[in-house]
């Protein structure tokens, strides 16, 4: 009977592989049964004791008669589950849940060889031979709390668990946690090629990419930043970027030396040189990150729309993007009066930026008239900022109503690359 802890008295394993060894393994180190039947046509694996708690059996036909097993596991291929589970079908009863980590094989078609049995549905991986598996459950109708508690006791044998209740889940989970593993080792295989055709001697390159990919995996597991901001302290100077503009925020700009940011960015000096090279070259950094955000999804022309209602559109988001580095900012804006070299370094990023999000409103940038278009914009936009800095609502209502005001007036010189579509009135020239 299983207990309301989710305690196995009985239960049989049917096959003795790669998957039932890491089980076994597991449920013989945490007690997870009082008794363990295991069939398996080999015989005892020779790195298993056979005597108790283990009994082991080469054959179905071998298990006691008078036994009542709590739960029966199979953990054979499926191309031999539909020949076997009619074998154990003398179980099938309420009190003992059928657990199955075949791939592919369904509630239903687990019903269908063995009746109205409790059955539970698991997807596991290949880091159960080290107790790292994730493993995915669906139980049947009939599955009671004790039993899906006696499931989770006996998947913790090889990892972690979670459930779902739709089954039609467990596809894509078998896409994602089942094959998973396999795009794990191939980048293992990638990294190290890649090392090695950069001159590293194969050791070597294996050993880097092996252990770089284990790290990584263990830092995403157990740290509570999300994978998107690991990759981007690593990938690209995002972490710098942050780290000196929170330096920016506390100590000022003018005394930030490069030593600090490396250490509050956590990397070697010499990183900060290799992205960056300067103080300034950190600032249109942060210029060239915005943009990137802004950029990432530009809006899209709408018919009939204004231009200057997508330019509207790409500087609030811009505004928004920078709604962190507030503090910063305001400490930049006093102190880039007395230092021209990091005013001229801002003031040309800038330039860059307008320009960029013309090009993506789809304003005309060539030739005077475009040269005159970017500078008003970057003037129209950066009497907004005052308003900004200042406006701590959240739908940044007074920004918005300066800047629609800003653009109106400059409306003139936004001519747009495309006539607008539809009913739109046309802009002025
Ligand atoms: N390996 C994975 O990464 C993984 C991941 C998720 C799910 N699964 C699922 O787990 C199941 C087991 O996979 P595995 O990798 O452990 O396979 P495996 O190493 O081949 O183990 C299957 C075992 O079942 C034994 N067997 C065959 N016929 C049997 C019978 N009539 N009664 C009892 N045992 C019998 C096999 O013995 P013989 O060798 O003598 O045939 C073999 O020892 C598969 O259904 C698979 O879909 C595996």
């Known amino acids: 009977m299983v207990g309301s802890e989710g305690a196995c008295g009985s239960l049989i394993l049917v096959g003795c592989g790669k998957m039932g060894t890491a089980m076994l393994r597991g449920w013989i180190a945490n007690d997870a049964a009082s008794r363990l039947h295991v069939v398996e046509p080999e015989g005892t694996p020779p790195d298993f004791a056979s005597g108790p708690p283990v009994e082991w059996h080469t054959a179905a036909d071998t298990l006691p008669g008078e036994l009542v097993p709590d739960a029966v596991v199979f953990a054979v291929k499926p191309q031999v589950v539909d020949a076997v589970l009619p074998l154990y079908r003398r179980w099938v009863r309420p009190e003992t849940v059928f657990i199955s980590i075949v791939a592919g094989k369904t509630l239903t078609g687990f019903a269908r060889l063995l009746g109205a049995a409790a059955l539970v549905r698991t997807m596991p991986n290949t880091p159960a031979a080290i107790g790292r598996a994730i493993t995915v459950a669906c139980a049947s109708p009939m599955v009671t709390k004790a039993q899906r508690r006696l499931c989770d ?240 609502s959240p739908d940044l209502a007074r920004t918005m109503a300066v800047l629609d005001a800003r653009l109106r007036r400059i409306e003139r010189w936004l001519a747009p690359l495309h006539r607008p579509r539809g009913n739109g009135a046309p802009l002025p020239a």
């Open 153 to 392: 006791r006996l998947l913790a044998a090889i990892g972690e668990s979670t459930w779902v209740e739709d089954e039609e889940l467990l596809d894509a989970v078998t896409a994602v946690s089942g094959s998973g593993p396999a795009y794990v080792f191939l980048l293992i295989e990638a990294l190290a090629r890649a090392g090695e055709a950069e001159g590293l001697p194969p050791d070597l390159a294996f050993l880097l990419a092996r252990s770089t990919v284990a790290g990584a995996g263990e830092l995403a597991r157990v740290s509570e930043e999300h994978p998107a901001t690991l990759r981007e302290n690593v990938t690209s100077p995002g972490g710098i970027i942050d780290a000196a503009l929170a330096l920016v925020a506390t100590e000022g700009w003018r005394d930030l030396s490069l030593a600090a940011v490396a250490a509050a960015a956590e990397l070697p000096i010499g990183q900060i040189y290799r992205l960056f090279g300067s103080k300034q070259a950190i600032l249109c950094g942060l210029y060239r990150r915005i943009d990137e955000a802004v950029l990432a999804e530009p809006p899209q022309a709408e018919a009939g729309e204004h231009a200057r209602d997508r330019l509207f559109d790409l500087l609030m988001r811009r505004f928004d993007a920078l709604g962190p580095y507030k503090p910063a900012i305001e400490v930049l804006r006093r102190e880039l009066v007395t230092d021209p070299l990091t005013a001229m370094c801002a003031g040309g990023s800038l330039m860059r930026s307008m320009f960029w999000m013309l090009a993506a409103a789809d304003i005309a940038t060539g030739g005077i008239r475009g040269a005159i278009a970017v500078k008003l914009t970057a003037a129209a936009y950066l009497s907004t900022m005052g308003v900004w800095r200042s406006d701590d």
